[in-house]
């Protein structure tokens, strides 16, 4: 498989990605912390390939991208009422939630009955995901290697393993995003990240010593 690179900026690369995904291929794009690597949500044997081309362990849950909160639908069993006021309050933007999972989305996606969820606050992969549907999402790299913030990176690491990768320049790295299990109650942080624990606390209207 030869690896091809197109601009995220362009209506043909974006059509180009939605043909590969619904066909089961493997597709890497910049988010707004790393790069991403995107397959189709409801295909096992696609989120199979993103386990092999990273080398993952296949125990390790993989992670759903929305665009909008609205997209919740195709992938919670029912969205929790503080899944709901996070989302509100902070996507799109560093926080993941924990919610339910509809039985009908692929068991190797995660190993439990939750999923987790992330808006990612970066318009161009917000495209992407309008043309493409919620995605199975993880970072485009190889397991145990270092995060990708190219292209380039992405194709040193993974040239002949993936599809396509659209190259959107650089981003920015930065913080990991706040994971939050909403299928609990109350809701339990179980990564501290870009999101403080006040701030999910405040919108919960919860004390945080309580």
């Known amino acids: ?34 790069y991403g690597l995107g397959a189709n949500l409801h295909s096992s044997t696609a989120i199979d390939r993103i386990y092999q081309a990273k080398g993952r362990d296949t125990e390790k849950a993989i992670p759903v991208l929305v665009n909008h909160i609205n997209q919740l639908d195709q992938v919670a069993l029912e969205v929790p009422a503080n899944a709901q006021k996070l989302a509100k309050r902070f996507w799109p933007g560093g926080l993941t939630l924990i919610i339910p999972r509809l039985a009908s989305l692929p068991e190797n996606l995660s190993s439990g009955p939750t999923v987790a969820v992330r808006m990612p606050d970066y318009t161009p992969v917000l495209t992407v995901l309008q043309h493409c549907g919620p995605l199975a999402v993880t970072s485009a790299n190889l397991s145990g290697k270092s995060n990708t913030l190219t292209a380039e990176d992405v194709l040193q690491q993974l040239d002949g393993r993936i599809d396509l990768i659209l190259d959107g320049g650089r981003v920015p790295g930065g913080i990991p995003s706040t994971i939050v299990d909403c299928s609990v109650e ?25």
Do not use: C, Y
Not at 196 to 206: T, Y
């Open 1 to 34: 498989m030869k690896t091809r690179v197109l601009p995220i900026d362009s209506f043909t690369s974006l059509r180009e990605a939605l043909r590969i995904i619904e066909s089961g291929g493997l597709v890497a794009f910049p988010t707004d912390t790393v």
């Open 186 to 210: 109350p809701p339990v942080i179980l990564r501290h990240g870009a999101i403080s624990d006040d701030e999910i606390f405040s919108a919960l209207g919860q004390d945080a010593s309580s």
